[in-house]
């Protein structure tokens, strides 16, 4: 195989894993909580599946759905210790979490203590794309339903949504739970990429990576974190080749780049609406005549009311004026 085209294929591949560990940070900021514990579920669901697939002998597929049960459970059982915090606070618990993640994977006999363990199963680019898919059609499925509903009015305000009757500590747990489970997926794809793993494998770096795919990506829409996750993994491949640390500085520079001028990610679909409404206010009637647009109400009613009556009151009801 030609070297690049060789390169271009590895490139894509981890990619791809990167895409669902990015997907797993996404559920939990889905429902407005910051967390960094996926590299513990990757670890997890690495280790599990590799495990299994060395000492019993059966397919990756198993392997990998042994690692994501695994995980998915290690995901209820931290949402449940971690249910009171919030901000910052949970940000740093899952930190910590990912630092005792390293000291039980040295000091536990089935990961291969500091020696590693080789990884004894190798997915294709097929089986890697498949993976992916899957999990891109559980999120759409996820998003129409009554979880996605829930998860999206917590992020806004839990307070509203609690009075609104979603049970917020439940959707907690349910994002967590869910996180876990993708989480630990993502981790068997980049053992098998690595084709080795040890405690320094999976580390506070690689969380840095995954959220920060979701923020260059658009943290309010699930594909948006594919995106960032190709940018961030596949990009700098080619940019090592050229210039030491490229991986770091083209991060850097593309993180400062949205943060000041695309602060929604390169897919918002939030941007794309207001777009959309500024496109439709220029093509109205009104904006043809040359007449302004009434700020914030639509064309030919005042802001904040119907068409036709007061600001906030039914339409035709009678106004004061002022009469000098």
């Not at 996180?179 to 494998?201: H, K, P, R, V, Y």
């Not at 260059?216 to 080619?238: C, D, E, R």
Request: hydrophobic share 50%.
């Amino acid at each position: 195989m030609n070297a690049n085209l060789a390169l271009l294929e590895s490139a894509v591949m981890f990619a791809m894993a990167g895409s669902v560990l990015a997907l797993s940070t996404y559920v939990t900021l889905w429902t407005g909580l910051l967390s960094f514990a996926t590299v513990s579920f990757a670890a997890i669901g690495a280790f599990t599946s590799t495990w299994m697939a060395s000492h019993s002998g059966i397919s990756w597929p198993l392997a990998t759905l042994g690692g994501m049960v695994t995980g998915a459970l290690t995901g209820l059982l931290v949402g449940y210790l971690f249910r009171r915090l919030s901000s910052h606070w949970l940000a740093l618990a899952t930190v910590a979490l990912v630092l005792i993640t390293q000291v039980l994977v040295v000091n536990l006999g089935f990961t291969g203590g500091a020696f590693g363990k080789v990884v004894p199963y190798k997915l294709t680019f097929w089986q890697m794309l498949l993976v992916l898919i899957i999990v891109c059609v559980v999120l759409v499925l996820l998003t129409r339903s009554k979880f996605g509903m829930a998860a999206a009015a917590t992020r806004e305000d839990p307070r509203v949504a609690a009075a609104l009757g979603i049970p917020v500590q439940r959707v907690y747990l349910t994002a967590f739970a869910i996180s876990g489970g993708i989480g630990a997926i993502g981790g068997t794809m980049e053992a098998s990429q690595l084709s080795f793993i040890n405690s320094d494998t999976f580390y506070v770096n690689l969380a840095v990576t995954a959220v920060a795919s979701v923020v260059l990506g658009g943290a309010f829409y699930w594909l948006g974190s594919i995106v960032g996750a190709v940018v961030f993994t596949g990009l700098p491949v080619y940019i090592n080749q050229y210039v030491s640390n490229g991986q770091e500085i083209v991060n850097g520079i593309l993180l400062v780049a949205i943060i000041i001028w695309l602060p929604g990610g390169l897919i918002d679909p939030m941007r794309w609406q207001r777009g959309r409404d500024r496109r439709r206010q220029r093509g109205s009637p009104a904006a043809q005549a040359g007449q302004p647009l009434p700020a914030g109400g639509p064309a030919g009613g005042p802001a904040g009311g119907p068409a036709g009556g007061p600001a906030g009151g039914p339409a035709g009801a009678p106004t004061l004026e002022r009469t000098e």
